[in-house]
């Protein structure tokens, strides 16, 4: 596992209809002006929680992000030691948080302890705590700092090595996110459109003043383009060299295939993406957002001519930058490129196989 200098570019198309996945302040779907035009929005927050609970469906190991990290260890040590008392446990998961330098208020509303932000951390770091806590009663001095400090420091969830952590009170617990993920934006122009809304009674369906539930809810429908990107490296310090390929692999899948469910029951809009392109570089990641500060106005063949101004883009781009050790694709549309999988598992064989060279070398 020499070489570590990799990053993993991910570029998506996807059609995504009527939809609000991800609301603003108001409850609109969010926006974004770029090229001198409104386009639809998707937060990379929003994505990163689709992510997390795709892994989650998927079984992996996923960390907890909570501002109630100490109420969580209390309930982990009263599981491991029946003998202690409710406010006992949570006095010793207050002064091992500490230890480490996380410090806690009280919520004036809720009177539940918690810290400034929320903080990501791993089952195996919670259990750890947890374990280290019960065999050791003085947890205010150097070694105990030292030993909580390191068992916060190691065992990071994949969630957490990608997306990282800062806890504001000690930055030596921060985790350096090896993934970078772009708010997703349309290829397009959009304009918002309403769905107006009633619910009628049953019983009396011609009861014209018989309604309830009015209002209406804004949405739209977009060609999203969605890019990440993975920095190898970083991953690998994140997760001690541990399955680096395996898990990298893992955040491409839960990338391709999730999706934010804000008002999915309204709008049942789960699709897939129409093109997906996989670049793996020695030198820098690259978005390739700027192929899309004219927009698309076609109104017609829309994913068509995203798919031409992508590829073009990253033609351009190659003029700037070293030769990819790889670039795959999958579409269900025509392509320009000759590296193409079959379907996602093909895909994702194609990614394993090159990272896997590509360290060794």
């Known amino acids: 596992m020499s070489n570590t200098n990799l990053y993993l570019d991910l570029n998506i198309l996807q059609k995504v209809p009527s939809s609000n996945i991800n609301q603003d302040g108001t409850g609109a779907p969010k926006t974004a002006y770029y090229g001198g035009v409104t386009r639809a929005r998707v937060s990379a927050q929003s994505w990163q929680k689709a992510v997390r609970d795709f892994f989650k469906a998927e079984n992996s190991a996923v960390g907890t992000k909570t501002k109630e990290i100490a109420e969580l260890l209390a309930h982990k040590l009263s599981a491991l030691d029946g003998s202690l008392g409710e406010k006992a446990a949570m006095d010793k998961a207050i002064a091992t948080l500490g230890a480490a330098g996380i410090k806690f208020n009280r919520d004036t509303d809720s009177g539940k302890i918690l810290t400034s932000t929320f903080l990501t951390v791993s089952p195996a770091q919670l259990e750890k705590l947890a374990q280290y806590a019960l065999t050791h009663d003085n947890l205010t001095d150097q070694t105990a700092k030292n030993d909580v400090t390191r068992i916060l420091q190691a065992d990071n969830s994949l969630d957490l090595a990608l997306f990282g952590r800062m806890v504001p009170d000690n930055a030596v617990l921060n985790v350096n996110a090896a993934a970078q993920m772009a708010n997703a934006i349309s290829t397009h122009e959009i304009k918002p459109e309403y769905d107006y809304f009633t619910a009628v009674e049953d019983s ?121 050790l790889m670039n795959v694709i999958l579409t269900n549309h025509p392509s320009k490129f000759n590296n193409q999988a079959e379907n996602l598992s093909e895909l994702l064989d194609k990614v394993t196989e090159a990272l896997t060279k590509a360290m060794k070398d």
């Open 204 to 324: 009396r369906p011609e009861d014209s003043d018989n309604v309830d539930m009015l209002g209406a809810v804004e949405y739209n429908a977009a060609i999203l383009y969605r890019y990440a990107n993975v920095s190898v490296g970083t991953l690998a310090n994140n997760l001690n060299n541990e399955d680096i390929v395996k898990n990298i692999v893992a955040f491409v899948k839960a990338f391709i295939l999730s999706m934010p469910t804000s008002s999915q029951m309204t709008f049942a809009n789960k699709t897939l993406p129409n093109y997906i392109m996989i670049t793996l570089r020695e030198d820098t990641p690259i978005n390739l957002a700027s192929a899309f500060e004219e927009p698309i106005s076609s109104k017609k063949d829309c994913i068509a001519r995203s798919i031409k101004k992508l590829e073009d883009e990253y033609v351009v781009t190659k003029r700037f930058v070293e030769e990819p």
